[in-house]
Every structure is written in C-alpha cells, then in structure tokens.
C-alpha cells in the first residue's frame, strides 16, 4: 500500500499535464483537498484536473465566488477556494452536505479554514515551491484516496 507520492513539476506546463493526468484517473466522487502557499499553483492543478475530466470552457479561480461548479463527460465537479471564508459554518450555505452526499468531485483550496464542518477527504495535494517548479505530495486519506493514488502512479511513471 502506498502511503503517498511526491513529483516534481518544473513548469506550468508540468502542472496542467499533471493536473490533467490526475482528472483521467479520478474516481466519480471524492474529496481533494488542495494544500499550499498563496500562488503555489492550486487553481492551476484544478484548472488542468478538469480539463483532463473534458471540462472545455473557461476555468475561473473561486476566490471571490467562494465556488464553481462544473459538468464534463456527465460528471460534477464543484471547485472550492475559502480563502475569504468568514466562518466554517458558511459551508452549510453552500450545500456541502448534499455535495458530499452526492456523486461530485470535490476539489478545496484553503481546506483548513472549512474545519470542523470540512470532512478529512480522500486525497490530499500539498503544492510547494521549488527553486524551479513545483514540488507535488499526493496523501491519500481514505480508500478511494489509496486507489485513485495507484491510479496516478501506475500512469505518472512515464512523464514525471
């Protein structure tokens, strides 16, 4: 068992591929939390995550709108950044419950301002800067975590 990844991704370029490659072998829900220093490349990730899901159109950072939602290939995915959340609680609001309950992808920048209302997820990516690049942990956090990691890992060992 796996217990996580680390890749390094030189350019932007590396991180939409990587992204993409990780939307191929996502499973049809589950909880990534996007973990990282302000302009680490989260919304990048997400943005090449679902472009490899075929999202097609644009892809706007959440920031100020809290959440967007999208539908590729007749699958849901919701993009969080609670960066500007005020309070865990405002979640609730959102409809997070139904979104966890549901058949949705669920990807959260700031993951840490949603504790206590946030569950832990399955996968957790903690972007760092590098020198040149990016340095990529994938952490799975639950089963769908563990095989969706061996997913990527099987595929990755090519390109990065």
Not at 45 to 60: D, F, Q, S
Request: proline content about 5%.
């Amino acid at each position: 068992m796996t217990t996580q990844a680390n890749y390094h991704l030189p350019n932007l370029e590396a991180q939409m591929t990587f992204g993409a490659l990780l939307g191929r072998t996502a499973p049809p829900s589950a909880l990534v939390r996007l973990e990282g220093d302000l302009g680490a490349g989260k919304t990048t990730l997400a943005r090449g995550l679902l472009r490899g899901l075929g999202y097609e159109g644009t892809v706007r950072s959440p920031t100020y709108t809290l959440m967007e939602p999208y539908e590729a290939a007749g699958r849901h995915c919701v993009h969080f950044d609670l960066y500007r959340l005020a309070d865990a609680e405002e979640l609730e609001f959102l409809g997070i419950r139904d979104l966890l309950a549901g058949d949705t992808l669920i990807l959260v920048e700031w993951p840490e301002r949603g504790e206590g209302v946030l569950p832990t997820g399955d996968l957790r990516i903690d972007l760092n800067y590098q020198r040149q690049g990016r340095e990529i942990t994938l952490i799975p956090q639950s089963e769908i975590g563990e095989g969706w990691l061996a997913r990527v890992t099987s595929e990755a060992s090519g390109f990065f």
